[in-house]
């Protein structure tokens, strides 16, 4: 791997982590369904966890297809992540009590609550978009458009991870 990969794996991960919250995009049949899903990162395991409700239906469309999207995005700063990846559910009552956090409280009760399961994001690749901020874009679009010329407004990179 190039130190430009891994250069661009690192800020994969970076943005991810400073972002925090995902839209999780699953297949519903033959409809795509999105929803906020708060992220936990684990960099050395290549994995991106959540903690989601057996109730709810992520975890039948998962059975069905286990191929999803996250979306991370943070307008103010004008960065984006949006990463490929094959999901799973799991029912590993050690790792979700180790990610029980305040987040997790607004709703659950308790780590041992038995509807709770884990779900895990293996990362196939990524795209991400990584702009200097809202101001400097402007100023850049603004002046791109007033003499002709494409303006540069940040990193945008297709990422294997």
């Known amino acids: 791997m190039s130190n430009d990969d891994t250069r661009d794996q690192d800020r994969v991960w970076d943005l991810m982590k400073k972002i925090g ?7 519903d049949g033959d409809r795509l369904r999105a929803r906020p899903m708060s992220a936990y990162l684990a960099r050395d395991e290549n994995m ?3 903690l989601t409700d057996a109730r ?3 975890d039948e469309e998962i059975a069905r297809s286990p191929q999803v999207n996250l ?10 992540v949006s990463i490929t990846g094959t999901a799973a ?11 029980f956090t305040t987040t997790a409280k607004a709703w659950w009760d308790s780590a041992e609550d038995p509807n709770i399961r884990l779900l895990r994001i293996t990362p196939d690749d990524a795209e991400f978009w990584d702009s200097p901020g809202t101001v400097v874009s402007y100023v850049k679009m603004a002046a791109a458009a007033v003499t002709g010329t494409r303006p540069d407004v940040g990193d945008n990179r297709k990422v294997a991870m």
């Open 71 to 80: 979306s991370f995005a943070d307008a103010s700063s004008q960065k984006y």
């Open 89 to 99: 559910i799991s029912n590993d009552r050690g790792k979700i009590r180790e990610l």
């Open 48 to 50: 991106v966890y959540f």
């Open 21 to 27: 919250f995902a839209m999780l995009v699953t297949r």
């Open 56 to 58: 709810h239906h992520k």
